[in-house]
């Protein structure tokens, strides 16, 4: 069926900067003592950063991390991640990104981040997809993924702004690529289009209950125009 509203997730699905988040967090970590490695960060990534370093400090030392502690590392987390440079679109991204719009379809985005420039990155690689209303981002968030609430938020928004047109969970669409923001998606109830595009195997995808799982955007760039 197609579909009237996409939530994009952003890190590995806009943005080829995955390899990037997982340098800067393994080599933090480390120096706090705590073992996180690359695919540590791929089986967290769509948590806050403050979840993350929580869940690592109770699987190392057995409690919760201190607001310092939290404080501390994101800081330098954030940090080394902009040392490392900027990250170029996924391939294929730009291609679907203008389909859709093309298409009439209201696009979103739904991330974990909580970095301020967000909105001029955004525009400058893809100038006039994205608004400031339509991207629920950690701030605007109590529970990040893996919980649902992003997902949830990002339609009562879309609903908002559709009105008068109605519409239900199977007019959205979930685009993720972690399995963690892939669990949010589905259990908001929507449909969600898993694109693999980091080292996972497409059975920890497969694992959170997509409706298909892609090997890039261009396959599911393909799919959609199937759909229309």
Known sequence: MKKKVYF???????????PHHAQAWEEVMSRYGLHFTARDCYLQEGRTGQSVIDECMLRERGRHATDE?????????????????????????????????????????VT??????????????????????????????????????????????????????????????????????????????FDVYAVNTGPLDDEDLWAEHPTKVFGNMTELLTFLKQQS
């Open 8 to 18: 994009f997730d952003m890190d590995g699905v806009l943005f080829d900067s995955m």
């Open 69 to 109: 502690e939290v404080n501390a590392i994101y800081n330098e987390k954030s940090a080394r991640f902009h040392e490392l440079g900027g990250a170029a679109p996924v391939t294929g991204v730009k291609d679907l990104l203008d389909y859709l719009k093309q298409q009439g379809a209201l696009i979103f985005i």
């Open 112 to 189: 974990g981040s909580g970095q301020q420039t967000l909105f001029d990155t955004l525009q400058t690689h893809f100038p006039g997809i994205f608004t400031r209303e339509r991207m629920i981002t950690a701030h605007d968030v109590t529970h990040g993924k893996p919980d649902p609430e992003p997902y949830l938020k990002a339609f009562a928004r879309a609903k908002a702004m559709m009105t008068p047109n109605v519409i239900t969970p199977v007019d959205c669409c979930v685009i993720e690529n972690a399995p963690l923001g892939t669990r949010a998606g589905h259990d908001a109830g």
